[in-house]
């Protein structure tokens, strides 16, 4: 599989003065979740796994690194309806094209967890529809708790998910540095795109909330590792 167009419009297109009206709003997301789910992964980056040398080779390393990077691709999919949900409900056009632009390289990591699990011969998870539909809600709620409560939320979920990354990373087989080399990038964007919402003003989110946050990534990705 090819990387080469993001699926969401470049950067350059998303003006924080421009006042959508209610159907811009709901044609946006919309249409996100049909390439999402439905259209051909392509990413604006190279793929990190280019020229490097397959090593996983038995057929039960091969199904457990599928496993795997299909629990990634479920975490991709998430990622995508959460900041389309948070910018759907966004109150500040600024905040808006922000949570837009992370999104475009959540659309890069989408495209490479699938290219790998493609590559090892595996399938992605037949309940991305349930990925893509509740992480929207869960996105759209942050996303009406304001906008410094909704950078926080961005903020705690890529500090989760590094986490669930670096795990990852010790249970890939050593010699395996196509995965790893896609899991580090993507580790190494989700830190920024935490660093970033911090930045721009996200407050930390209460205990509760982030325990929350815990179990139902937990739930999603137990789910993902066998369906």
């Not at 990534?217 to 789910?223: C, L, Y």
Request: proline share 4%; glycine share 6%.
């Amino acid at each position: 599989m090819h990387c080469a167009v993001p699926t969401s419009a470049a950067p350059a297109d998303i003006r924080p003065d421009r006042v959508l009206s209610l159907m811009d709003r709901l044609i946006e997301p919309a249409d996100q979740a049909l390439k999402v789910l439905f259209g051909t992964p392509r990413c604006a980056r190279a793929y990190p796994a280019e020229n490097i040398e397959e090593t996983v080779l038995l057929p039960t390393e091969r199904r457990e690194v599928a496993a795997l990077m299909r629990v990634n691709h479920s975490g991709e999919i998430a990622a995508q309806a959460l900041y389309h949900g948070q910018a759907f409900v966004a109150g500040n056009a600024a905040t808006r094209a922000a949570l837009l632009e992370a999104g475009l390289e959540e659309t890069d990591h989408l495209a490479w967890c699938a290219t790998r699990v493609q590559e090892l011969g595996g399938r992605t998870s037949m309940l991305a529809p349930v990925w893509f539909a509740g992480s929207f809600t869960i996105g759209a709620l942050a996303g009406l708790a304001g906008d410094k409560t909704s950078l926080g939320f961005v903020a705690e979920t890529e500090r989760q998910v590094v986490e669930h990354l670096d795990e990852h990373l010790r249970l890939l087989p050593h010699d395996d540095a196509r995965t790893r080399a896609i899991v580090h990038q993507m580790s190494e964007d989700e830190e920024r795109h935490g660093n970033n919402a911090r930045l721009a003003g996200g407050t930390e989110l209460p205990k509760i909330a982030r325990a929350l946050m815990k179990l139902t990534a937990k739930v999603m990705t137990r789910s993902a590792y066998w369906l």
